[in-house]
């Protein structure tokens, strides 16, 4: 039998969540409900009104764009260092991904370059919560404010992390959380959406379930029974998609989610053992977590200088491993330097990049479209604090204390 890879990182509850469903035998509208309790746990341990489990967290950035009223042809502001499924989410909708530069501190999209990306033509801003640490939201928010615009907060990697003393994903208009296996929370996959706004509550859910013409903020996910009896019933009102959680996706969800303070301080710990570890050494720079902001450390990132450390990229990583450190990365290629960018590789053809009025603009994806993002990606160190083990947590941080010693 094989031995738990990460102990403790699901409990014995949720074996008997997981049990609950599978002798109940699988029912669409009826059971333990697991999907209806993790929204209403999740939502309340947030404060807002409404949450919505949805099969993984690319499918809640897609809900969350059509719920926010993006169509074919707008433009959304994305940040171009973060996983791709940000701007993927907008090309799923039909939309033109804008790429806002990033902060060089921070790491996060930098609220000036969001200012001068927007157009006649832009519907929302997505700004990601980047390994833990909040975009800077009000600045943001103000800009969507005198624009009309839809703020989206992608917080697949920023689980109780706080703005200004604000929970991250409770800023903006509607936000997406990951169950991905890496996440402070996990489902083995799965997502959440949360918003205050019922009306958009509303639109997420019927969108993320086959447009039933029954479904509201609140709803199960399916039609009542009696609604879908008679041979001549009205099932669909709305073109939707089908994203919706699964019920053991649901049981393993509320587990987590009655753990997450616990959960989170974890990774939030591991991040912390990182940032002594480093000190005051003056080739390694951590992502800077302003003074009223609480990192949620996802993992722990840092700029390596090669030219100060006088050693490469990868001989870093090297000695890292031989004192015993796990495994490290670096950060993603900037997604409009990943080929299904550069070569225009988009469902259905895409959109009128290549047109001779969109060389050298925002469109184009070339060379110095956001700069400081293009200078930082190659010197981004990743390190993993999705630990369990706060002992040994320690001890890889530990590693890089020796590591960064032995330069």
């Not at 035998?25 to 949805?54: C, K, T, W």
């Not at 832009?122 to 009309?148: C, F, K, N, Q, W």
């Not at 920023?158 to 200004?164: D, N, P, R, S």
């Amino acid at each position: 039998m094989l031995q738990p890879k990460h102990p403790e990182r699901v409990s014995d509850k949720a074996l008997e969540y997981l049990r609950e469903v599978v002798q109940y035998g699988f029912g669409n509208s009826s059971g333990p409900n697991m999907g209806q309790r993790f929204e209403r746990a999740f939502a309340q341990r947030y404060g807002v009104g409404h949450a919505i489990g949805l099969c993984n967290g690319t499918a809640t950035l897609h809900c969350c764009l059509a719920a926010a009223g993006v169509s074919p042809g707008d433009e959304v502001i994305v940040p171009p260092l973060t996983a791709g499924a940000t701007a993927f989410a907008v090309l799923h909708q039909g939309a033109i991904p804008v790429f806002a530069d990033i902060d060089p501190r921070t790491f996060n999209m930098d609220p000036e370059s969001v200012r001068r990306r927007v157009t006649s033509l832009t519907r929302a801003i997505m700004p990601v919560g980047l390994y833990g640490l909040s975009a800077d939201m009000d600045p943001i928010m103000r800009i969507a404010e005198e624009h009309d615009l839809a703020v989206i907060e992608d917080n697949a990697q920023c689980f109780l992390a706080t703005y200004k003393g604000r929970l991250a994903g409770t800023t903006g208009h509607l936000a997406s959380f990951s169950l991905q296996a890496s996440k402070h929370l996990t489902t083995g996959d799965g997502g959440v959406i949360i918003t205050d706004d019922e009306n958009l509550a509303t639109a997420a859910r019927k969108f993320s379930c086959f447009g039933y013409h029954t479904l509201h903020a609140g709803s199960t996910g399916t039609m009542p029974k009696n609604e879908r009896g008679p041979p001549d019933s009205i099932r669909h009102d709305f073109l939707g998609w089908n994203y919706r959680m699964s019920e053991l996706q649901a049981a393993v969800a509320l587990e987590q989610t009655e753990r997450i303070d616990e959960l989170v301080e974890r990774h939030a710990a591991s991040g912390k053992f990182f940032l002594e570890a480093v000190g005051d050494c003056p080739w390694l720079r951590p992502q800077h977590t302003p003074d009223d902001c609480v990192n949620s450390y996802w993992t722990f990132a840092c700029v390596f200088e090669a030219d100060k450390a006088g050693l490469s990229w990868d001989d870093f990583r090297k000695r890292f491993y031989e004192l015993g450190g796990d495994f490290a990365y670096g950060a993603w290629r900037l997604t409009y330097n990943e080929p299904v960018f550069q070569d225009r590789q988009f469902l259905g053809g895409g959109f009128p990049v290549d047109s001779e009025i969109y060389k050298g603009t925002y469109r184009d994806y070339g060379p110095g479209l956001c700069p400081v993002a293009e200078e930082l990606q190659p010197k981004l160190f990743q390190f993993k604090t999705n630990y369990m083990d706060m002992d040994y947590a320690r001890r890889q941080a530990d590693v890089l204390r020796k590591t960064i010693d032995s330069v």
